[in-house]
């Protein structure tokens, strides 16, 4: 037997103070009457009440209470069969780690900011798979198709451009990874549930043409939305030492500092063009809440039936009998019963 919340039953220890409250009255009330009072006036006066009957209210006061408390902490006993079932999309989420998210327009900064944003919209899921891929001039899939979205919130706040090979940006080969993965569902797994791809970035793009992998993705039936991270007036980006001290900032070959600014364009025309709404995060306030709305009209599939043995509480039973025993200490007879008189 577990219980639901053990804590409630420390109330327990109320049951010997009620005792020893009830006893400290009855004394006092006895010693008050004796001071004036005699013991034969006092049975004359109370011919009619019934000792045992004030034990039996007593008792039952006091059991009432017991099954109330325990009731209330939750017993679980034996086990019940539930059958859980999954419904939702697949999401697979695109996150730019261009040295150019670290820029600072939008504060902490334009990765933060994404990161901070994913992990709300992991929040707001409800059996929904989603998947991650980093990408620069490369694509990794970092964490496949999942519903343990807590292993994915690790692999998300680790997320940085220092672990990418090189600090450029490919938006083909991120379309080409994305599109693999949903390749790699098969008609099982896919449950006729919607594909959406979430690319999110700054919209800088070093790498050859995409409309032919965007093109890939819309024939595959898979939506894709974009959310450009950054300002038009764009900002330097910032270089640290191993102390978290700024150094510099990142500059080209001729020595001149480089500005990074949100191309704002491109990203508008991979969501227009991927059927799905483009949105922008300007300051540290912007969030992408319009799209949690869009998520939740999408068709959602059932991934999966699961059953699972669990504990049933009963305390429903123990609450029963707790009323049983307050309505014999509310009803039952403060005068003997005739049918008890000799």
Same mark, same amino acid.
């Given at each position: 037997m577990?219980? &639901?919340?053990g804590?409630?039953l420390?109330?327990l220890?109320?049951? +010997?103070?009620?005792?020893?409250g009830?006893?400290?009255?009855k004394?006092?009330?006895g010693?008050?009457?004796?001071?004036?009072?005699?013991?034969?006036?006092?049975?004359?006066l109370?011919?009619?009440?019934w000792?045992t009957?004030?034990?039996?209210? /007593?008792i039952?006061?006091l059991?009432?209470?017991?099954?109330?408390?325990?009731?209330l902490?939750? +017993?679980?006993i034996?086990?019940e069969?539930r &059958?859980?079932?999954?419904?939702?999309?697949?999401?697979?989420?695109?996150l730019?780690?261009?040295?150019?998210?670290?820029?600072e327009?939008v504060?902490p @900064?334009?990765l933060?900011?994404?990161?901070?944003? %994913?992990?709300?919209l992991?929040?707001?899921?409800?059996?929904d798979?989603i $998947?991650?891929?980093?990408?620069?001039?490369?694509?990794?899939?970092?964490?496949?198709?999942?519903?343990?979205?807590s292993?994915?919130r690790l692999?998300i706040?680790?997320?940085?451009s220092?672990?990418?090979?090189?600090?450029?940006?490919n938006?083909?080969?991120?379309?080409?990874?994305?599109q693999?993965?949903?390749?790699s569902l098969?008609?099982? =797994?896919?449950g006729n549930a919607?594909?959406?791809? /979430?690319?999110?970035?700054? $919209?800088?793009?070093?790498?050859?043409?995409?409309?032919?992998?965007?093109?890939?993705l819309?024939e !595959?039936?898979?939506?894709?939305?974009s959310?450009?991270?950054?300002t038009?007036? $764009?900002?330097?980006i910032?270089?640290?030492d &191993?102390?978290g001290? /700024?150094?510099s900032?990142?500059?080209?070959?001729?020595?001149?500092? %480089?500005?990074?600014?949100l =191309? @704002?364009?491109?990203?508008?025309n991979i969501?227009n063009?991927g059927?799905?709404?483009?949105?922008?995060?300007? @300051? $540290?306030?912007d969030?992408i809440e319009?799209?949690?709305?869009?998520l939740?009209? /999408?068709?959602?599939g059932?991934? !999966? !039936?699961? &059953?699972?043995a669990d504990?049933k509480?009963?305390?429903?039973?123990?609450?029963?009998?707790?009323?049983?025993?307050?309505? %014999?200490?509310?009803?039952? +007879?403060?005068t003997?019963?005739r049918?008890?008189?000799?």
């Amino acid at each position: 037997m577990i219980w &639901e919340d053990g804590f409630y039953l420390w109330f327990l220890l109320l049951i +010997p103070l009620l005792y020893g409250g009830y006893w400290w009255h009855k004394r006092q009330q006895g010693e008050r009457r004796s001071e004036y009072f005699d013991n034969r006036l006092v049975q004359q006066l109370r011919k009619n009440f019934w000792k045992t009957g004030d034990k039996v209210r /007593l008792i039952s006061f006091l059991a009432a209470t017991l099954f109330f408390i325990v009731a209330l902490a939750g +017993p679980k006993i034996g086990t019940e069969v539930r &059958e859980v079932q999954r419904k939702g999309v697949n999401l697979m989420v695109a996150l730019d780690l261009s040295t150019s998210m670290n820029a600072e327009d939008v504060r902490p @900064s334009r990765l933060e900011k994404a990161k901070f944003e %994913i992990n709300r919209l992991i929040n707001r899921l409800q059996g929904d798979r989603i $998947g991650l891929l980093i990408f620069t001039d490369q694509a990794f899939l970092q964490v496949p198709f999942t519903t343990d979205y807590s292993a994915l919130r690790l692999f998300i706040d680790i997320a940085n451009s220092d672990q990418m090979p090189s600090g450029g940006t490919n938006f083909s080969a991120a379309m080409r990874t994305a599109q693999d993965s949903f390749n790699s569902l098969d008609e099982q =797994e896919q449950g006729n549930a919607a594909d959406v791809l /979430l690319f999110v970035g700054d $919209g800088e793009n070093h790498g050859p043409g995409y409309d032919a992998q965007l093109e890939e993705l819309v024939e !595959s039936n898979v939506v894709t939305f974009s959310i450009g991270i950054g300002t038009p007036n $764009g900002a330097p980006i910032p270089v640290y030492d &191993e102390n978290g001290t /700024l150094a510099s900032y990142e500059r080209d070959n001729s020595g001149n500092t %480089i500005t990074t600014r949100l =191309e @704002s364009d491109a990203m508008r025309n991979i969501a227009n063009a991927g059927g799905g709404e483009y949105y922008e995060i300007r @300051s $540290g306030s912007d969030n992408i809440e319009p799209f949690f709305s869009r998520l939740d009209e /999408l068709e959602r599939g059932e991934f !999966s !039936s699961q &059953e699972f043995a669990d504990y049933k509480n009963q305390y429903q039973v123990l609450l029963g009998i707790g009323l049983f025993f307050l309505m %014999i200490t509310l009803f039952f +007879p403060e005068t003997k019963p005739r049918i008890f008189e000799k």
